[in-house]
């Protein structure tokens, strides 16, 4: 089994806390793997990262998250600030351009990497990055995405999770059929429905809606030298972030490409949402080689 090091990185504002899995600079001539989550931190990636022995895989916490903390004295995570950390960090492991899988909001940031700094990757997976306007209804997924917040706020994390978890099993556009249902209970999901008084949670909260918000440049991703493989899960079909997959890759010119499972498909049972860990590895594996 393969040593994990823990490293932590001073970076402006922050300090990273990230993981290496294998040798740097990397052997057998596979490019180190970044693996990339938002709000997901590291921790997120241990049911992935023991199907993927073959190369060598980085993962991080994001600042402000898991084991990254941060000194900037904000509470916001933009795909911008979270670009210019990994820079840094793709700098301190001397190991560049590298491959990156990433993930949701992660998925955001990465493609913020790419525009900003194409040197650094070489091929970028971007699974069901949740951009807003990529979709025909944008203005319906963004008043979706405000009443997640506003449940939040108003009834705390049970209340904003069920909300949250209405709108992204959500099948098609955010019609009017879509915000006349009912306010869903928390209990339906097995939630709390006690309110604990905290409003920082980064999914649930504003803190995050840079993420949602991004509008990507098509032309400058194009051109990047980076190569970029959308991807989408095979259960995500007609779910937002599967539609928000589709809609990134028509833009950049391409078809969205097919993972096993769901938007969490490479997550294990311990998260509560398990996907199909292995077989997903295979198929990063996969699209890896193929460049």
Same mark, same amino acid.
């Given at each position: 089994?393969?040593?994990?090091?823990?490293?932590?990185?001073?970076?402006?504002?922050?300090?990273?806390?990230?993981?290496?899995?294998?040798?740097?600079?990397?052997?057998?001539?596979?490019?180190?793997?970044?693996?990339?989550?938002?709000?997901?931190?590291?921790?997120?990636?241990?049911?992935?990262?023991?199907?993927?022995?073959?190369?060598?895989?980085?993962?991080?916490?994001?600042?402000?998250?898991?084991?990254?903390?941060?000194?900037?004295?904000?509470?916001?995570?933009?795909?911008?600030?979270?670009?210019?950390?990994?820079?840094?960090?793709?700098?301190?492991?001397?190991?560049?351009?590298?491959?990156?899988?990433?993930?949701?909001?992660?998925?955001?940031?990465?493609?913020?990497?790419?525009?900003?700094?194409?040197?650094?990757?070489?091929?970028?997976? #971007?699974?069901?990055?949740?951009?807003? =306007? @990529?979709?025909?209804?944008?203005? %319906?997924?963004?008043? +979706? !995405?405000? $009443?997640?917040?506003?449940?939040?706020?108003?009834?705390?994390?049970?209340?904003?999770?069920?909300?949250?978890?209405?709108?992204?099993?959500?099948?098609?556009?955010?019609?009017?059929?879509?915000?006349?249902?009912?306010?869903?209970?928390?209990?339906?999901?097995?939630?709390?429905?006690?309110?604990?008084?905290?409003?920082?949670?980064?999914?649930?909260?504003?803190?995050?809606?840079?993420?949602?918000?991004?509008?990507?440049?098509?032309?400058?991703?194009?051109? #990047?030298?980076?190569?970029?493989?959308? =991807? @989408?899960?095979?259960?995500?079909? %007609?779910?937002?972030? +599967? !539609?928000? $997959?589709?809609?990134?890759?028509?833009?950049?010119?391409?078809?969205?490409?097919?993972?096993?499972?769901?938007?969490?498909?490479?997550?294990?049972?311990?998260?509560?949402?398990?996907?199909?860990?292995?077989?997903?590895?295979?198929?990063?594996?996969?699209?890896?080689?193929?460049?």
């Amino acid at each position: 089994m393969t040593t994990t090091q823990t490293h932590r990185l001073a970076v402006p504002g922050a300090d990273l806390v990230y993981d290496v899995r294998g040798p740097l600079p990397p052997t057998g001539g596979r490019r180190a793997l970044l693996l990339i989550g938002q709000p997901m931190a590291a921790e997120g990636f241990s049911a992935l990262v023991p199907h993927l022995t073959d190369r060598t895989v980085i993962t991080y916490d994001p600042r402000g998250l898991g084991r990254s903390t941060r000194s900037d004295g904000r509470s916001d995570h933009t795909p911008q600030r979270q670009a210019a950390d990994l820079h840094l960090l793709i700098e301190a492991l001397g190991a560049g351009p590298v491959d990156v899988f990433a993930s949701s909001g992660g998925a955001v940031t990465a493609l913020e990497l790419v525009a900003t700094h194409p040197g650094d990757v070489a091929t970028l997976v #971007a699974h069901e990055p949740p951009i807003n =306007a @990529v979709l025909p209804d944008d203005a %319906g997924a963004e008043r +979706a !995405r405000n $009443a997640v917040h506003d449940a939040y706020q108003a009834k705390g994390a049970g209340a904003g999770m069920a909300a949250f978890i209405v709108m992204t099993s959500w099948q098609g556009e955010f019609t009017d059929t879509y915000f006349a249902q009912p306010a869903p209970d928390p209990a339906m999901f097995g939630l709390p429905t006690e309110d604990d008084g905290s409003r920082d949670d980064p999914l649930l909260s504003n803190s995050s809606w840079a993420i949602t918000d991004y509008r990507p440049d098509a032309a400058v991703l194009t051109a #990047a030298s980076s190569r970029i493989v959308i =991807a @989408v899960g095979a259960e995500s079909t %007609g779910t937002y972030t +599967a !539609r928000t $997959a589709l809609g990134m890759a028509a833009l950049l010119g391409q078809e969205a490409t097919v993972f096993p499972s769901h938007h969490g498909g490479f997550l294990g049972s311990e998260h509560g949402y398990a996907g199909r860990p292995e077989e997903f590895a295979a198929r990063l594996r996969e699209v890896l080689d193929a460049d």
